[in-house]
């Protein structure tokens, strides 16, 4: 008991240094929880005549998924995507991020296509507005337009299941009480 | 010759590393000086260990063109850190400010230190102590004892 403090020390070194193994430096919170989703106006990448807007979105609970035909791990993401639309009733907003146009259609052509519409960012303007720092990104924003979760890195199955599902149909349900 | 050209080859192509880091024209000396230690404060979010200045990461390009601009237009070392921490938070800052949530970060180093001082004296306390503590005579009397019988 008397010679005890090293060995206490030493289990509170071990205790922090594990705790600090487990978090990721790599996600960086977004400073943009809680708070209304920027705007951008930019050209869909179906027609580039039409601009889409976030406004646009105002009523529903939807998705913003920042993505480039040059990302491995969208390639992975992507299919998790075709998913989540097919089972789920979910709107689903691409950012085709500093992409090309004919690459990210032939994407969209040989991978399928969940989103309802594609923004294009070609400079990564709009990417840096919305604190854009590793694609793939995925946010989750609310009717108000209030951005209220940031996936950083490819959505997984297990996301899906775990976070986004749950958390999507409590936004919803916040607006039929 | 073959070990020259190579030796030329090497060195055009450490040329064109070089070429990577843009140059960006200044009209004023106060603004180009604003623009470095702007660089210099900003982290890059993808090479976490490294500032916009260092790093070659196509955001950090992104990021320097925007300050850049934020710069030429006049804009003040203030705006430029609230537009990125508006953004990207506090973790952009190298130096992040001192509020609850970084309190941690600025000031626990020195409540590990002065944890050490603590220890520290306590151990050295307590070995003065023990040098401190006299031998009684009968005590003295086994050594000497032992000593004795250790000689033979």
């Given at each position: 008991m008397k010679n005890s403090l090293p060995l206490v020390m030493f289990i509170l070194l071990v205790i922090l240094l594990a705790v600090g193994l487990e978090l990721d430096p790599r996600e960086v919170p977004s400073p943009y929880i809680g708070k209304p989703a920027p705007s951008f106006d930019l050209p869909s990448?179906?027609?580039?005549s039409v601009t889409i807007n976030p406004e646009e979105m105002k009523g529903k609970v939807w998705l913003l998924n920042v993505w480039a035909?040059?990302?491995?791990?969208c390639r992975a993401e992507h299919q998790v995507l075709n998913r989540l639309v097919k089972n789920h009733k979910i709107d689903i907003v691409g950012l085709n991020y500093k992409d090309r146009d004919s690459k990210a259609k032939q994407w969209l052509e040989d991978l399928g296509d969940p989103y309802v519409s594609v923004a294009v960012d070609r400079q990564g303007l709009s990417g840096i507005d919305w604190g854009v720092y590793g694609v793939p990104e995925t946010f989750i924003i609310d009717q108000q337009g209030i951005i209220q979760y940031k996936n950083i890195g490819p959505v997984t199955q297990y996301d899906i299941e775990n976070t986004i599902i749950p958390l999507i149909s409590s936004l919803q349900q916040e607006i039929s009480r | 010759m073959r070990k020259w050209l190579g030796i030329l080859l090497l060195t055009l192509s450490s040329f064109q590393l070089h070429a990577a880091i843009e140059i960006y024209q200044f009209d004023q000396p106060k603004q180009e000086e604003l623009y470095m230690q702007m660089i210099d404060e900003l982290r890059c979010l993808v090479c976490q260990n490294q500032n916009l200045s260092a790093s070659n990461a196509a955001l950090a390009k992104d990021l320097r063109k925007q300050t850049y601009q934020m710069v030429t237009s006049g804009q003040s070392h203030e705006q430029i850190v609230d537009y990125m921490t508006q953004r990207y938070?506090?973790?952009?800052?190298?130096r992040p400010p001192v509020k609850a949530s970084t309190a941690l970060l600025w000031f626990g180093p020195f409540i590990l230190l002065l944890i050490g001082i603590m220890v520290l004296i306590f151990t050295l306390k307590k070995r003065n102590e023990l040098n401190d503590e006299q031998l009684s005579n009968a005590e003295h009397e086994q050594i000497k004892q032992l000593l004795d019988s250790g000689e033979k």
């Open positions: 990448l179906a027609d580039s035909s040059w990302c491995g791990a | 938070g506090d973790f952009v800052l190298y």
